[in-house]
Nanobody, 114 residues
Framework: QVQPVESGGGLVKSGGSLRLSCAASGIIFRIAPVGWYRQAPGKQRELVARITSGGSTTYLESVKGRFTISRDNNKNTVDLQMNILKPEDTAVYYC????????WGQGTQVTVSS
């Protein structure tokens, strides 16, 4: 099973930007869909953005126009560029590699102060 590793979280003021990165080794990472999820305290984990191996993307309605997911198959990374951040974006963000050989990362904290 491939376990992705997230990086790039932190503390930012409302209106600011952060870029999260998800990395994993192996060809599986290049051919499987990858999703970024988040979980705020007391709430269920939700899908924020997803990208297929072909580059098709889907987004949570509340982040459309602010977040962009992208993948670099040469580097085996999937990034989430987050702009115009809001306090309600505060959560632990997780990367998920789909499929029978996939798995979840350990998560990275994103905190947006008002």
């Amino acid at each position: 099973q491939v376990q992705p590793v997230e990086s790039g979280g932190g503390l930012v003021k409302s209106g600011g930007s952060l870029r999260l990165s998800c990395a994993a080794s192996g060809i599986i990472f290049r051919i499987a869909p990858v999703g970024w999820y988040r979980q705020a305290p007391g709430k269920q984990r939700e899908l924020v953005a997803r990208i297929t191996s072909g580059g098709s993307t889907t987004y949570l309605e509340s982040v459309k126009g602010r977040f962009t997911i992208s993948r670099d198959n040469n580097k085996n990374t999937v990034d989430l560029q987050m702009n115009i951040l809001k306090p309600e974006d505060t959560a632990v963000y997780y990367c998920n590699l789909e499929g029978p050989s996939g798995g979840w990362g350990q998560g990275t904290q994103v905190t947006v102060s008002s």
